[in-house]
């Protein structure tokens, strides 16, 4: 996603001790068509970044086998 000061959301997680995850413009595009071919959802490419995080390294699979939920927001679907 284009950011005006894209390094900025790490150094406010990090600050807080809380996890985040870089994720590629490639690998949002992939977590779209994903949401699109296999779940029916569409959305615009920001509102993928969320599931790109959960298939990178299988992190969703990792979680859910640590009995936590995950919830992800998808936004922005053109579909008229």
């Not at 894209?6 to 590629?24: C, D, E, F, N, T």
């Amino acid at each position: 996603m284009d950011c005006l000061l894209p390094v900025m959301g790490h150094m406010v997680y990090s600050q807080h001790r809380a996890p985040s995850l870089k994720v590629s413009d490639e690998a949002i595009a992939k977590a779209r068509s994903h949401l699109s071919k296999n779940e029916g959802i569409e959305c615009e490419l920001a509102g993928a970044a969320g599931q790109a995080a959960l298939m990178h390294e299988n992190l969703q699979e990792k979680l859910l086998a640590e009995g936590r939920t995950i919830v992800t927001f998808i936004t922005g679907s053109k579909k008229d």
